[in-house]
């Protein structure tokens, strides 16, 4: 068998065990070492390395841009037409099929390790687009606190933080469902009982942020609910684009005046607050 292993940098020496495990397991692996900035142009030269060696397997190690990344290429290397105009478009894949595909988060934030959403750059134009539906979501979530121990306090909290706000648009957003907004009540409490350890680089700790993370994307936190609201993730767009400031530091510096001008009247905003941070 063989696999494309896409990593971002790795910040954990825990990685290159993993690597060795699927070599001594038979598994043929190339890697892609620096997803730091990943465009279509690299996704492109991924498909194509995986059409030419009958690659059958991605996994995206690392955070929401690799694992957005590796849905990308395990998708767009099963088409016979560049996915591009499609991502461009911001809609369902159009294709039925895409390789296997893994994520394995070294970060807890995004939910990009479970969802079924992936976005993209194109670098020659430094347009963005994206992709969105079930084909997507993963096969295999493999969570492993070992993998994420390595990671400066300051990006873990602002990761941990993203989650956190994420969660609580899932509560606030198409009107009222007790599962659901119980379901987003338990994502926050988890990490923000737990971050103050996982700082302090407790493995039990970081694997609880990376399991209530995960929960943003797997469902639960918005089944019931009749929409999202996504404005906040428009209005973040826009400070990254013309601000240039990266997304986990921009929605989270975003967040409370987003809360405060959109949802501060409602019954809703009210028992969030009550509920989530007490």
Not at 68 to 83: L, P, W
Not at 104 to 117: E, I, K, L, R
Request: glycine share 12%.
């Amino acid at each position: 068998s063989k696999t494309a292993r896409l990593t971002g940098l790795a910040r954990s020496g825990e990685l290159a065990g993993f690597e060795q495990a699927l070599e001594a397991a038979g598994v043929r692996v190339w890697v892609e070492p620096d997803l730091s900035s990943p465009s279509i142009e690299q996704a492109r030269a991924m498909m194509e390395l995986c059409r030419r060696q009958s690659i059958g397997l991605v996994i995206g190690v690392g955070g929401a841009t690799v694992m957005d990344f590796a849905k990308i290429v395990a998708y767009g290397a099963a088409q016979k037409r560049d996915v591009w105009p499609e991502i461009e478009q911001r809609g369902e894949p159009r294709g039925g099929s895409r390789l296997a595909l893994a994520t394995v988060p070294t970060y807890p934030s995004s939910g990009s390790d479970m969802d079924g959403a992936a976005e993209m750059v194109e670098k020659e134009t430094g347009r963005a687009g994206g992709l969105y539906g079930e084909l997507l979501q993963t096969d295999l979530c493999w969570l492993n606190p070992g993998y994420a121990t390595g990671i400066p306090t300051p990006i873990l909290a602002y990761g941990a933080m993203t989650a956190v706000i994420q969660a609580g648009v899932a509560f606030l957003s198409g009107g009222r469902c007790s599962f659901a907004e119980n379901a987003s009540l338990a994502v926050s409490r988890t990490i923000l009982s737990n971050l103050t350890a996982a700082l302090r680089g407790d493995r039990e700790a970081i694997g609880e942020l990376q399991l209530a993370a995960c929960m943003n994307g797997f469902g639960p936190t918005s089944f019931g609910k009749k929409e999202i609201d996504f404005s906040l993730y428009f209005i973040e767009g826009i400070i990254e684009n013309y601000w240039e400031i990266p997304y986990v530091p921009a929605i989270t510096i975003l967040f409370p005046h987003w809360l405060r001008s959109v949802w501060s009247d409602g019954e809703a905003f009210r028992d969030y607050f009550r509920l989530a941070w007490g």
